[in-house]
């Protein structure tokens, strides 16, 4: 059983796998672009100025 398309629930074509068309594929990086899509991430609670390097 294969994957459908992640924005519109086709069969994916090989050439824009996992994607099934140009069309779909285009309006994923849209979404990346655009801040639709985000990946959630977790700040440290001291901050990058409380990391010590020592040469």
Known sequence: ???????CG???QPEY???CSRR???V????????RYAVPAQE???GPEAESYED
């Open 24 to 26: 779909c594929a285009d």
């Open 28 to 35: 994923d990086l849209q979404r990346w672009l655009t801040g």
């Open 17 to 19: 796998r996992p994607f």
């Open 1 to 7: 059983m294969s994957a459908k398309c992640p924005i």
């Open 44 to 46: 440290d609670e001291a």
């Open 10 to 12: 086709k069969l994916p």
